[in-house]
């Protein structure tokens, strides 16, 4: 669902309380902290909690940097239930997301800094943007920091901090703060990196378990009792929903569980009719109720049937 398509569906509802944050001081004054530049904020929300949430129609960048965020927030369609601590959400402008003002107060602990497309216009900073997919709506996880990463990144917002408050708004200093914002986009990308590589890690040792399942599942002669294995087995049996697998598969893989399930059952059919078995045999070994079954998924898999496999 497009972002402006989004913002469209909660106008409709006539219901939604939505904060256009046009410009970076928007959501200082709704934070109540001090305006500092014409295009950027910088929040320490410890100074100023409680404070209350807000749904957010972005027209700014933003980094929120926290130990604790409000349970159930919106990005974009999606809710996000477990956010994590000292962690950071990326928002680029056309984006929707935050939680709607209910009145309730919150106490939070850490950085928000947002800033206008204005200040990082025809600098090598605004071609780099492109480089981040933390900031795309279709990257909904948060990063994650380590204690090493909060503090440096929480100390360089500090400085940064100090600059606005200590120096007029000249060219120099916007050159500081472009410099102060690359490091920091950097310590994120590079937590992005670290975090993709270790999800990368995890899937490969969950294809690697859902293809061990199958084999055993065929060692065990569970095809003769329970029939062909399925995708919501083989998820339950990895601890996960079949929804959340069939998308983590997809993603890993480019194809589904099930074609793969599929695929495995006929090159195991492969290997029977290669052994001597006829159709029929390898039908019921493999776990089919009727040889018609096992020669339609055959042919949809290889484009050739059982029989014209073995007359070449």
């Known amino acids: ?3 402006i398509l989004q913002i469209l569906l909660y106008f409709c509802s006539g219901m939604r309380k939505i904060l256009r944050v046009d410009n970076p001081n928007v959501y200082a004054r709704h934070t109540g902290s001090p305006e500092l530049h014409p295009l950027l904020s910088i929040i320490c929300y410890d100074e100023v909690s409680p404070v209350r949430s807000s749904l957010n129609d972005y027209g700014v960048y933003g980094l929120f940097i926290q130990r604790n965020f409000p349970g159930n927030l919106s990005y974009g369609s999606l809710m996000m239930h477990d956010v994590g601590e000292t962690s950071i959400i990326a928002v680029a402008p056309g984006q929707l997301g935050g939680k709607e003002d209910d009145g309730e107060l919150f106490m939070l602990s850490g950085w928000a800094v947002l800033w206008s497309p204005e200040l990082i216009h025809n600098t090598d900073l605004e ?10 709506y279709f990257y909904t996880e948060t990063l994650k920091m380590n204690p090493s990463e ?5 100390q360089l917002l500090s400085l940064m901090r100090q600059e606005l408050v200590h120096n007029d708004d000249t060219a120099a200093l916007r050159s500081v703060l472009l410099g102060f914002l690359r490091l920091i986009l950097e310590y994120c990308h590079r937590i992005y990196q670290r975090q993709l590589s270790e999800e990368n890690k995890a899937t490969a040792d969950i294809l690697k378990r859902f293809h061990a399942l199958l084999e055993h599942y065929y060692f065990e002669g569970r095809q003769h009792r329970q029939g062909l294995p399925t995708v919501a087995y083989c998820a339950s049996e990895l601890n996960y929903s079949s929804h959340y697998f069939g998308d983590m598969f997809r993603k890993a893989t480019g194809t589904t569980a099930i074609h793969y399930i599929h695929t495995y059952i006929v090159n195991i059919g492969k290997s029977l009719l290669m052994q001597g078995h006829n159709i029929s045999e390898t039908s019921r070994m493999l776990g089919f109720e009727f040889p018609h079954h096992f020669t339609r998924l055959f042919k949809k898999i290889t484009g050739t049937t059982p029989s014209e496999f073995l007359g070449r």
């Open 150 to 154: 909060w503090t440096t990144i929480t």
């Open 1 to 3: 669902m497009l972002p």
């Open 127 to 136: 071609a780099r943007m492109r480089h981040f997919p933390f900031f795309s």
